[in-house]
């Protein structure tokens, strides 16, 4: 069984907006916090966002600071990244991740979990 599955990736225009979905198998997010990375072709993999337990916290990436909210619905075990004014520059895939709650927030190695991933591609 797949711990993480992504969805809602997609093409859109430059300005527009999209909202991925990450469903986490069993509670995976009531032990292990959740995160978004994206990897853009020829580029490393880049911390996104993150929320902490109880949704107090929220860190994000310099470059989608102001434009992307991540936010988690306990009940459904799935966490959610709201992605508004993109920018050809977000083309990437996207990755839905799980770390210990005690691990750096933006670190990819202290990644426990891994979705397959989700293609957004933003046009100009």
């Known amino acids: 069984q797949v711990p993480l599955v992504e969805s809602g990736g997609g093409l859109v225009q430059a300005g527009g907006s999209l909202r991925l979905s990450c469903a986490a198998s069993?509670?995976?997010?009531?032990?292990?916090?959740p995160a978004w990375f994206r990897r853009a072709p020829g580029k490393e993999r880049e911390f996104v966002a993150s929320?902490?337990?109880?949704?107090?916290?929220?860190y994000y990436g310099d470059s989608v600071k102001g434009r992307f909210t991540i936010s988690k619905d306990i009940a459904k075990n799935t966490v959610y990244l709201q992605m508004n004014n993109l920018k050809p520059e977000d083309t990437a895939d996207y990755y839905c991740a799980a770390a210990p709650y005690y691990s750096s927030v933006s670190s990819p190695s202290a990644v426990t979990y891994w979705g397959q991933g989700t293609q957004v591609t933003v046009s100009s």
């Open positions: 069993g509670y995976i997010f009531a032990n292990y916090r």
């Open positions: 929320i902490t337990r109880h949704s107090s916290n929220t």
